[in-house]
């Protein structure tokens, strides 16, 4: 699961926009997935894995929408200055500084462009790209048909072409 953490970490993040919300549900995503499936081959665990994340994504957000219109009256804190625990640590990895700028400017863009598609495409492009699932993990994990995340990625791939050019 370590290998899964990061990257299920963007997906949450992605998915709720805040950092402490996103760890959270990867933290309780893993936790049932081992309570519930440890007896499973572990091949079978990243569909298992990124179903629990969805549910509980999906999940987050109802109870966002009840919360939201219970605490209308109330103003919450700030959270612009919340810092990102996954994206504070560091990176053995790490190229130098003049190669970082031009990265840092591309993953921006594309973090943007991410943020502005429809939740099942973000879903449907982020578990066929960055966890490589395949057709059939993929539409286990979002809970839909093999023809419902062909759509969904191609949609995906085609607005966020457009918006960022053939070449990124």
Same mark, same amino acid.
Request: proline fraction near 5%; include cysteine.
């Given at each position: 699961?370590?290998?899964?953490?990061r990257r299920a970490?963007?997906?949450?993040?992605?998915?709720?926009?805040?950092?402490?919300?996103? %760890?959270?549900?990867?933290? #309780?995503?893993?936790?049932? *997935?081992?309570?519930?499936? &440890?007896?499973?081959?572990? /091949? !079978?665990?990243?569909?298992?894995?990124?179903?629990?994340?969805?549910?509980?994504?999906?999940?987050?957000?109802?109870?966002?929408?009840?919360?939201?219109?219970?605490?209308? %009256?109330?103003?919450?804190? #700030?959270?612009?200055?919340? *810092?990102?625990?996954?994206? &504070?640590?560091?990176?053995? /990895? !790490?190229?130098g500084p003049e190669?970082?700028?031009?990265?840092?400017?591309?993953?921006?863009?594309?973090?943007?462009?991410?943020?502005?598609?429809?939740?099942?495409?973000?879903?449907?492009?982020?578990?066929?790209m960055l966890e490589? *699932?395949?057709?059939?993990?993929?539409?286990?994990?979002?809970?839909?048909?093999?023809?419902?995340?062909?759509?969904?990625?191609?949609?995906?791939?085609?607005?966020?072409?457009?918006?960022?050019?053939?070449?990124?």
């Amino acid at each position: 699961m370590k290998d899964v953490e990061r990257r299920a970490f963007r997906i949450a993040r992605y998915s709720t926009g805040d950092p402490d919300e996103a %760890l959270d549900l990867v933290q #309780d995503a893993m936790l049932k *997935l081992v309570r519930s499936y &440890a007896d499973k081959a572990a /091949a !079978e665990w990243p569909p298992l894995f990124y179903r629990i994340l969805d549910n509980g994504i999906t999940d987050w957000y109802r109870r966002r929408a009840v919360r939201g219109s219970v605490m209308s %009256l109330y103003q919450g804190a #700030d959270d612009s200055q919340r *810092l990102d625990p996954v994206e &504070a640590a560091a990176d053995p /990895a !790490e190229p130098g500084p003049e190669n970082r700028a031009g990265a840092d400017q591309a993953l921006g863009m594309l973090d943007d462009a991410l943020g502005r598609l429809p939740e099942r495409q973000r879903q449907a492009f982020l578990l066929r790209m960055l966890e490589d *699932l395949s057709t059939e993990q993929t539409a286990t994990a979002m809970g839909c048909s093999t023809g419902s995340v062909k759509t969904h990625y191609f949609r995906a791939l085609k607005a966020l072409r457009e918006e960022l050019g053939e070449a990124w």
